[in-house]
């Protein structure tokens, strides 16, 4: 039985769930073939990972689109029963607004742009924000295996509304954890305690979940003084540690603005905590998947863990910053799939100029190819305008090429990159040489990102 809670949240519109003649959105795919150019002003012959390649389609997947329509199509493509684990971090009801700010430099001179990634209504919209995630929360139940988890991140705001869906959806008795992520940093209230702590919540699919114990370090003290004397010389302190309770203070926020880690993306979480929740409950090879994405931190770590993954969320910057760190890190081949409603750039658009192809040889198999970025014009709203008259490098935040268009659906062959993401200066390179085969002629394309999340795709005249 689905619904097994003795008690429940009611509101308006809440058993209008899953109409069963709601469409399926169509699904636009393409392939990215992570294969980094990032030197700056100069062109050199990249190294490829091609023995890393395999014919088979990647599970790997980015879904750019609203999660509802996106958590459809996987039941509908046969992904029913099929994840191993579900971390989510939704909307927590805090009536704030969460931005990006990127710093832009160029010489002597120096501009904050502030980018929308999305606004949290509060308390006042409550029926909404229950009826989005039930809706929600009953198809991830729907998707996880029958040895799956979910993990669902929340704080103060609405952990007690949701903790009562999650009873309904999943069972009261297959609620296995409120872990408590306790963290430091500054606060200025002078009127409650500061509030320093998340909620993760803890469901397994049913009794027979998947569980790896996880362990942390003794303390110096019990290190050096062994265990008490009323346990007993029969007892002695385990290699790989104490077990892990359910209150974590040993993983902090992503605090300083300049740390290694820091995408500058609101509600980044550290790579550590996920880490940690994908290695207590899942397996290597399993499948994994977050459906508010954010910046990526869960398909970062899923590659770094062995695990296969799926990411979604429908914002361009969240997007293109989960697509970045995937190319920096120089992951495995992933798909992005762009739902209906987040259509995929037309060819052609105005927007910037093609400086090539150009061609030279480079032995009877193969050539190269040189092509470039020029005089490219991005699209700002009102709020995105810059005060500074930037050159146009400075917006740019990544490029790619498809050395075989067909029309429709890009597949990034080649991607340029920052020398360090998210310092956004003319220090990224606009002309690059990649090797191709010969051939009488070829199908090409490129994709600029920008900094304010536009992406423009034009086919190359050659």
Not at 74 to 80: H, I
Not at 182 to 208: A, M, Q, T, V
Not at 346 to 365: L, R, T
Not at 371 to 394: F, H, Q, R, T
Request: glycine share 6%.
């Amino acid at each position: 039985m689905l619904f097994n809670s003795p008690v429940t949240l009611n509101w308006s519109d809440k058993h209008n769930y899953l109409d069963p003649a709601a469409s399926v959105a169509e699904v636009l795919s393409s392939v990215v073939r992570p294969n980094p150019l990032y030197e700056s002003n100069s062109l050199f012959e990249p190294l490829l990972h091609e023995g890393e390649r395999t014919a088979d389609p990647p599970r790997q997947r980015i879904i750019q689109g609203d999660n509802l329509s996106a958590l459809r199509w996987l039941v509908s493509a046969g992904y029913s029963e099929k994840i191993d684990l579900i971390y989510i971090d939704p909307p927590y009801l805090s009536q704030s607004n969460y931005h990006s700010r990127v710093l832009l430099t160029d010489g002597k001179q120096k501009e904050w742009l502030q980018r929308d990634v999305f606004k949290d209504n509060g308390i006042a919209d409550l029926p909404t924000y229950l009826n989005h995630l039930y809706l929600r929360l009953i198809l991830m139940r729907e998707l996880l295996s029958s040895t799956g988890s979910i993990f669902v991140h929340l704080d103060w705001h609405a952990c007690h509304y949701v903790k009562i869906l999650l009873d309904e959806i999943f069972g009261v008795d297959n609620f296995i954890n409120e872990i408590v992520w306790c963290y430091s940093g500054g606060s200025g209230s002078k009127r409650h305690f500061h509030r320093k702590h998340d909620i993760i919540l803890w469901y397994g699919k049913g009794n027979n979940y998947t569980f790896n114990p996880q362990f942390r370090n003794y303390s110096e003290g019990t290190v050096q003084r062994g265990l008490t004397r009323v346990k007993g010389d029969r007892f002695r302190l385990h290699e790989e540690g104490a077990l892990l309770q359910d209150w974590w203070t040993d993983i902090n926020k992503i605090l300083s603005p300049t740390a290694y880690e820091n995408l500058k993306f609101p509600t980044q979480k550290p790579t550590a905590l996920l880490r940690r929740l994908i290695e207590c409950a899942s397996h290597p090879g399993g499948l994994i998947a977050d459906f508010y994405a954010g910046s990526g931190t869960l398909a970062q770590v899923g590659e770094e863990a062995g695990r296969n993954w799926i990411s979604c969320d429908n914002n361009n910057v969240a997007v293109n910053t989960m697509i970045y760190r995937l190319l920096e890190m120089r992951s495995r081949d992933f798909r992005l799939d762009i739902m209906k409603n987040s259509e995929e750039p037309d060819a052609d658009q105005p927007g910037f100029e093609i400086d090539g192809p150009h061609f030279a040889s480079a032995g009877k198999d193969g050539r190269w190819l040189e092509i470039g970025l020029k005089d490219y014009m991005p699209s700002m709203s009102d709020e995105n305008k810059l005060k500074g008259d930037w050159a146009w490098p400075v917006l740019l935040d990544f490029w790619e090429i498809d050395t075989d268009y067909r029309g429709g659906c890009f597949n990034s062959c080649w991607q340029v990159i920052r020398p360090q993401h998210h310092q956004y200066d003319s220090n990224i390179t606009t002309r690059v040489r990649i090797p191709v085969s010969c051939q009488d002629s070829y199908n090409l394309a490129v994709r600029v990102h920008d900094i304010f999340g536009n992406v423009i795709l034009k086919r190359v005249d050659h």
